[in-house]
């Protein structure tokens, strides 16, 4: 099993800057890729951004050139630097970790508020 926590959330100015952060634990061995997602009211989940064990990673529009995610594989952490935030950008922002051993599974944490103020 495997337990995700979200931090870092909370409520900025547009233009402003968070830092969530993510942090597995439990049976970590088997995790390969992790991930920040988002869902703002009355919409479908959205994906934000990836990032392999190798720290390959892989982005949507809505993220590319304001948002950065990278990976502490030693912590079992990922982490997303949000810049240039805008109000669009409000949502609750949930970490996910894709298992492969000893089954394919995945976790997701219980998210983090991430409010923008214009």
């Known amino acids: 099993q495997v337990q995700l926590v979200e931090s870092g959330g909370g409520l900025v100015q547009a233009g402003g800057s968070l830092r969530l952060s993510c942090a597995a634990s439990?049976?970590?061995?088997?995790?390969?890729?992790m991930g920040w997602y988002r869902q703002a009211p009355g919409k479908q989940r959205e994906l934000v951004a990836t990032i392999t064990r190798g720290t390959s990673t892989n982005y949507s529009d809505l993220g590319k050139g304001r948002f950065t995610i990278s990976r502490d594989n030693a912590k079992n952490t990922v982490y997303l630097q949000m810049n240039s935030l805008k109000p669009e950008d409000t949502a609750v922002y949930y970490c996910k970790a894709e298992q492969l051993r000893p089954y394919r599974y995945d976790y997701w944490g219980q998210g983090t508020q991430v409010t923008i103020s214009s």
């Open positions: 439990g049976s970590t061995f088997g995790i390969n890729v």
